[in-house]
T-cell receptor, first 114, second 111 residues
Framework: AQSVTQPDIHITVSEGASLELRCNYS??????LFWYVQSPGQGLQLLLK??????LVQGIKGFEAEFKRSQSSFNLRKPSVHWSDAAEYFC????????????FGTGTRLTIIP | GAGVSQSPSNKVTEKGKDVELRCDPI?????LYWYRQSLGQGLEFLIY????????KSGLPSDRFSAERTGGSVSTLTIQRTQQEDSAVYLC?????????FGPGTRLTVL
């Protein structure tokens, strides 16, 4: 069965500091990986996705993620966070065909301090 | 263009009542998903519709939950005889090119 682990429930960083959110997955085939962001009272917005090819993927809002098959990881990074990045971040894994239902991690809540 | 819309945005109901939640997907998206987001369970898949194929209901937690999709577009999730544990945010997503676009959700509170 597929699963996603986000080991950090809550992370606090200073504005302007770098950020890395961890994600580990378990999947029986080639994974299709996503990072979503959810602001309070909002739906999920896609930040980036990994389908195949280059293991470093760029997303919106200055985010990037690196797929490491050997570590079953897909960590999200941003070189310099902004106060508006405060939100909850979800890593997810899905299939490429048929029912492409997403299996989500439990999320990491990001707090930004001045 | 218009995104996925869901209604109502909030629903408060009494235990034992039935509720209907509506999802309007993005026009032209053939696949539609329902998910539930709750404090205890996180985000979990409920049901999947693809075109005219039979839906994949494998994520529905009990037979009190059902969903339909009319004309390959609008979908309705129905919960019968609601229980307090049904309180959650119900999210709908439609898909294009392997990317799921989520609606804002319906927050259901069962008293």
């Amino acid at each position: 069965a597929q699963s996603v682990t986000q080991p950090d429930i809550h992370i606090t960083v200073s504005e302007g500091a770098s950020l890395e959110l961890r994600c580990n997955y378990s999947y029986g085939a080639t994974p299709y990986l996503f990072w979503y962001v959810q602001s309070p009272g909002q739906g999920l917005q896609l930040l980036l996705k990994y389908f195949s090819g280059d293991t470093l993927v760029q997303g919106i809002k200055g985010f990037e993620a690196e797929f490491k098959r050997s570590q079953s990881s897909f960590n999200l990074r941003k070189p310099s966070v902004h106060w508006s990045d405060a939100a909850e971040y979800f890593c997810a894994v899905g299939a490429l065909f048929g029912n492409e239902k997403l299996t989500f991690g439990t999320g990491t809540r990001l707090t930004i301090i001045p | 263009g218009a995104g996925v819309s869901q209604s109502p945005s909030n629903k408060v109901t009494e235990k034992g009542k039935d509720v209907e939640l509506r999802c309007d997907p993005i026009s032209g998206h053939t696949a539609l998903y329902w998910y539930r987001q709750s404090l205890g369970q996180g985000l979990e898949f409920l049901i999947y519709f693809q075109g005219n194929s039979a839906p994949d209901k494998s994520g529905l937690p009990s037979d009190r939950f059902s969903a339909e999709r009319t004309g390959g577009s609008v979908s309705t999730l129905t919960i019968q005889r609601t229980q307090q544990e049904d309180s959650a945010v119900y999210l709908c997503a439609s898909t294009l090119s392997h990317e799921q676009f989520f609606g804002p959700g319906t927050r259901l509170t069962v008293l």
